[in-house]
């Protein structure tokens, strides 16, 4: 099987939104008026991101799946992508199965493959997303990092520090965690749920948001940083907070090590973001319309860092270092 033959067998789709697809040297896409192009890439590297016998289906939602989270955190909606694909082989085996879970995803978004790149080379998956997003008079209604404000409460969507535990559980750290609640991790690792729905509801509710994708701390630093404020987490029971964290965790993984997977874990693609605390009713609708859960975890405050606090308000030491490829 040739490149082109590879592209049109499993890359060419009809399209409906876009004006043009796959097959001549751009793809031409349609803004809507009073909307802003939201563009976002993310890259997948084989041995950096994932181990060479990763499921194909598996990788393709996901590579997806990591860059849909980045539209989510913009409030955007989804409107096409592009994939460039560097493969050791053209093998149907890994091609047909990586096809459909990318595909499968992408319909579910209305989100379109309108082009892209193919190349030989070490297993490499790099995506472009481009969504959209209201704006009038040059007023974006996109959700940044920069607008938190003192006094904002702080949330979380989903659960956090699953796909941490499962690696660890993959490598053999914790013999006794029961195989329900590893298959339960292993599925948030595997096949994360970009908060699409929710991004969107969130806008002109939230003052901020952004994607946990290396660690909450370290992604609501980046939050902190952009918007000069500090934080307060409470974060009572960190277990309640994981997808597998059912009563038999605590018996297997001392809740110190869940606080570390929910703070530091990477790799959630969920949302964290302040709003108002006269708010709080519109977050709980905008959670209930998009069918996502929502989690208060703290507030925004004038001085800069984050302090951990426990059920009793104590402060809570730890080193969380978030993933950081050069550090
Ligand atoms: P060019 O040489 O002009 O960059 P190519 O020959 O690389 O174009 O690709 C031919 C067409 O196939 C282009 O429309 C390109 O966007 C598309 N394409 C290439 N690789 C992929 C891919 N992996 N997925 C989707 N479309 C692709
Ligand atoms: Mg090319």
């Known amino acids: 099987m040739g490149e082109f033959d590879l592209i049109e067998r499993y890359f060419r789709q009809p399209v409906r939104r876009a004006a043009l697809g796959v097959g001549d040297d751009c793809a031409l896409l349609r803004v809507a008026p009073g909307h802003q192009l939201a563009v976002s890439s993310d890259m997948l590297v084989q041995g950096r991101h994932f181990l060479a016998d990763t499921d194909p289906s598996a990788l393709g939602h996901k590579a997806l799946a990591v860059n849909l989270s980045d539209l989510a955190a913009c409030g955007a909606q989804p409107l096409a992508f592009t994939l460039a694909l560097a493969l050791p082989s053209a093998d149907p085996l890994w091609l047909e199965p990586f096809a459909q879970g990318l595909l499968a995803l992408a319909h579910a ?8 790149d193919t190349t030989a080379g070490p297993l490499n998956i790099c995506i472009t997303v481009f969504g959209e997003v209201p704006a009038s008079d040059g007023r974006s209604q996109a959700l940044l990092r920069s607008g938190a404000r003192d006094g904002d409460d702080i949330y979380v969507s989903g659960t956090l ?22 298959a339960q991790a292993l599925q948030r ?13 969130l806008r002109g509710v939230a003052h901020a948001a952004i994607d946990v994708s290396d660690g909450l701390l370290g992604d609501l630093g980046h939050v902190l940083q952009a918007s000069g404020v500090g934080a307060e987490l409470q974060i009572a029971a960190p277990g309640r907070l994981m997808a597998c964290g059912a009563a038999a965790l605590d018996a297997c993984v001392p809740p110190r090590h869940q606080l570390a ?24 609708a905008a959670a209930h319309a998009s069918a996502t859960p929502v989690t208060r975890i703290g507030r925004i405050v004038s001085a800069s860092g984050v302090r951990v606090l426990d059920a009793h308000g104590a402060p809570v030491s730890g080193d969380w270092r978030s993933f950081d490829h050069f550090g």
């Not at 490598?171 to 965690?177: E, K, V």
């Open 109 to 116: 978004h209305d989100c379109e493959l309108v082009g892209g």
């Open 161 to 182: 520090g699953d796909a941490r535990l499962a690696l660890e559980a993959m490598r053999g750290q914790w013999p006794s965690l029961p195989a329900a609640l590893h």
């Open 189 to 201: 690792l595997h096949r994360p749920t970009p908060r699409v729905a929710l991004g969107r509801a």
């Open 261 to 284: 997977c929910v703070l530091a874990g990477g790799d959630d693609y969920e949302l964290a973001f302040t709003a108002a605390p006269g708010q709080r009713e519109a977050v709980q």
